[in-house]
């Protein structure tokens, strides 16, 4: 240190102009560069399996709720309910069968095919 003071006593800055690395830096710092991303992508993976299994857990604890107030609404009321439901169905479907061009309606009480008894 002393033998550079001694030498270059008015120096006050130095400018670099002109700086280049090699080849291998250049690698080093893209696989850097990549290995980082990759990092960061698969932090993102894990957040978002995990925010899926948060929301899973939620949704299943929501039916089971739900599956208790009906067991309990069921005990209380009986299978009214029930049967009010399939008849909504059953008029649901006679419904969109009636507005159908292909439907064609046979009697119940006669068979159709080559005149068989019902």
């Known amino acids: 240190k002393q033998w550079y003071q001694?030498?270059?006593?008015?120096l006050d800055d130095i400018s670099i102009t002109h700086l280049t690395f090699g080849?291998?830096?250049?690698?080093?710092?893209?696989?850097k560069q990549v290995a980082q991303q990759e990092a960061e992508r698969s932090r993102y993976y894990v957040e978002k399996a995990e925010f899926e299994k948060e929301a899973a857990i939620i949704?299943?604890?929501g039916d089971a709720e739900a599956a208790k107030m009906l067991?309990?609404?069921f005990?209380?009321?009986g299978d009214s309910l029930i049967e009010l439901r399939k008849m909504e169905a059953a008029e649901e479907i006679a419904n969109n069968l009636a507005s159908s061009r292909n439907v064609v309606y046979l009697p119940k009480?006669?068979?159709?095919l080559l005149n068989?008894?019902?």
């Open 6 to 10: 001694r030498r270059v006593r008015d």
């Open 71 to 73: 067991s309990v609404a």
């Open 23 to 31: 080849s291998d830096f250049a690698r080093a710092v893209e696989s």
């Open 116 to 118: 068989l008894p019902a």
């Open 109 to 112: 009480d006669k068979g159709m």
């Open 75 to 77: 005990d209380k009321v």
């Open 59 to 61: 949704s299943a604890e």
